[in-house]
C-alpha cells in the first residue's frame, strides 16, 4: 500500500510540468498588407510547429503606413491590452512610445540571444534610445525607384547621373503623355519620399539634416526650391495627375499600365511585383541622384519591439529570437526581403531588385531619413499640411516654407526646457 501511495505522489509530481505548459496566445502587430500577410503566415506556422505552446496571432493594420499604424498602438497601449509583439519604424515613430514607457527595454535579451551579433551595428545603434536597446533589426530598407526597362528602352533614354538630366528624362516622356512617376497622397507619406529627395538634393546633406534635427530654418530658398519642384513636377504632368487621394497601394497601377515609368519604393516591391503577376523582367531600380558629395539615398531600420504591458515577454522574445535566425529567414525568403540578418543574403537569381538594395544597405554608402523618422507626429501633420497645400494650389512654395518654420517654432516653444 505504501509503495502504491509512493507511486502516485511520482506521477502526480510528474504530471505538474503539463500545467506550466499551458498554451500562450501572443498578439502581433503589424502593417503588413495581403502580400505580406500571406507571406508571413507560414512562418507563423512553423514557429506554432516548433512550439506547439506558443500561438502567435497577427494583427494588421495595412495600407496607411505611419499615418495610422501608430495611433491604433497608442490605443491599444492606453486601453490596457496592447500587443505582446508589434512592428514599428526607427526613431521619431518609436521614440513618443518608449518615452510613454510603453516599450520593454531588451538589453538582457540582447545578452541572452547575441542578438547584438546578428545584425550590422549601424541598424543596432539606429535603433537604441538613450544607450538602451529597445528593438530588434527586421528590415534595413533602401528606397530608390523601380521603373519599366521597356518604357524607357522605347524612348531611347538613359538613367539620369544629375537632376538636371532627371528633369531632362521626364520632359522626354512627358512629350508622349507618359508620367515621369506615379504617387499616392493618401495619407502624406508616399509623397514624402519625394520631398525628403527634393530637399535633399536643393539643401544638401548638412542643411537637411538641420532641417530634420530643426536647428536650421525651414524659412530659407533651398526649402523654397524644393517645394517649388514638387509644384514644377505636379504641374507639368511629370506625376500623374490627380494623385493628392490616391491610395499608395494604387499609385502602382498607372505604372502596370505603362501611364507611368517609376515609383519610389523599397525592397517590398519587387514581392509585390510578383504577386501582381508583372512581367519582373521589364523592371529594375536605381538611385537618383542629388548633385551632392555624399550622395545619399533614402534609407530607414525597421524593427519588433516589445510592449512593456506585455503578459508574456519571455515568449515574446522568444518569437523574436525565432525570426532572426539564418534557417527560419531562409526558409521563408518572401516574409524577410530586405532583413540585415547577417548571413541572409537574398538569392539573386530569383530577387535581382531586391539583391540590389540589399547590396547598398549593407554598404558604407550614407543614407538620409524619410521626415516621418525624424519628426515626431504633429510636425509630420504639418509637413503633410503643407506637401498637400502645394500640389493642390493653395499655398505657394514661399509660404509652404515660412507655414512649416512657424509650424517648427510652435512645437519647439512647448517643449520642456
Keep these: 500500500m505504501k509503495s502504491l501511495i509512493v507511486a502516485m505522489t511520482v506521477l502526480a509530481i510528474g504530471a505538474a510540468p503539463a500545467i506550466a505548459q499551458d498554451k500562450v496566445t501572443l498578439r502581433l502587430a503589424t502593417v503588413f498588407d495581403a502580400n505580406g500577410q500571406e507571406a508571413w503566415q507560414p512562418v507563423l506556422d512553423d514557429f506554432a510547429k516548433s512550439h506547439p505552446n506558443i500561438e502567435v496571432k497577427m494583427e494588421a493594420t495595412a495600407g496607411s503606413g505611419a499615418a495610422v499604424y501608430p495611433d491604433v498602438l497608442r490605443t491599444a497601449m492606453a486601453s490596457g491590452d496592447p500587443p505582446d509583439v508589434f512592428f514599428m519604424w526607427g526613431g521619431s515613430q518609436s521614440e513618443p512610445f518608449i518615452k510613454a514607457d510603453q516599450v520593454r527595454p531588451i538589453d538582457d535579451d540582447y545578452a541572452k540571444y547575441d542578438w547584438g551579433k546578428k545584425f550590422p551595428q549601424w541598424i543596432v545603434d539606429r535603433l537604441k534610445f538613450d544607450g538602451k536597446s529597445y528593438g530588434v533589426p527586421l528590415h534595413g530598407q533602401g528606397m530608390g525607384f523601380f521603373y519599366r526597362t521597356d518604357i524607357i528602352k522605347d524612348h531611347n533614354l538613359s538613367l539620369p547621373k544629375t537632376y538636371a538630366e532627371l528633369e531632362s528624362f521626364c520632359e522626354t516622356l512627358a512629350k508622349d503623355n507618359i508620367a515621369c512617376a506615379s504617387t499616392g497622397g493618401k495619407y502624406g507619406w508616399h509623397v514624402m519620399r519625394l520631398v525628403d529627395y527634393f530637399l535633399e538634393g536643393t539643401c544638401g546633406p548638412q542643411v537637411h539634416d538641420d532641417l530634420n534635427h530643426l536647428t536650421a530654418s525651414w524659412d530659407q530658398p533651398c526649402v523654397v526650391a524644393a517645394y517649388q519642384r514638387l509644384k514644377d513636377w505636379t504641374d507639368k504632368k511629370w506625376l500623374v495627375p490627380n494623385y493628392l487621394n490616391v491610395d499608395p497601394t494604387d499609385a502602382r497601377i498607372p505604372v502596370y499600365q505603362g501611364n507611368a ?49 506585455s503578459k508574456h515577454p519571455d515568449e515574446a522574445a522568444t518569437f523574436i529570437d525565432y525570426i532572426s535566425t539564418v534557417d527560419v529567414q531562409k526558409a521563408h525568403p518572401e516574409a524577410f526581403q530586405g532583413s540585415p540578418l547577417i548571413g541572409n543574403t537574398p538569392d539573386c537569381s530569383k530577387v535581382p531588385l531586391t539583391c540590389k538594395i540589399v547590396e547598398i544597405v549593407q554598404s558604407d554608402r550614407p543614407a538620409y531619413p524619410p521626415t516621418d523618422q525624424a519628426f515626431v507626429k504633429e510636425l509630420m501633420d504639418s509637413y503633410f499640411e503643407v506637401q498637400d497645400g502645394i500640389v493642390a494650389g493653395k499655398i505657394s512654395p514661399a509660404d509652404g516654407a515660412k507655414l512649416m518654420q512657424q509650424r517648427a517654432e510652435a512645437w519647439k516653444a512647448k517643449q520642456p526646457a
Design 261 to 309: 515609368a517609376m515609383i519610389m519604393e523599397g525592397p517590398w516591391f519587387e514581392a509585390t511585383l510578383a504577386a501582381d503577376q508583372q512581367d519582373e523582367s521589364n523592371w529594375d531600380f536605381f538611385l537618383p541622384p542629388t548633385d551632392h558629395a555624399p550622395d545619399r539615398y533614402s534609407a530607414f531600420p525597421e524593427q519588433w519591439m516589445i510592449a512593456k504591458g
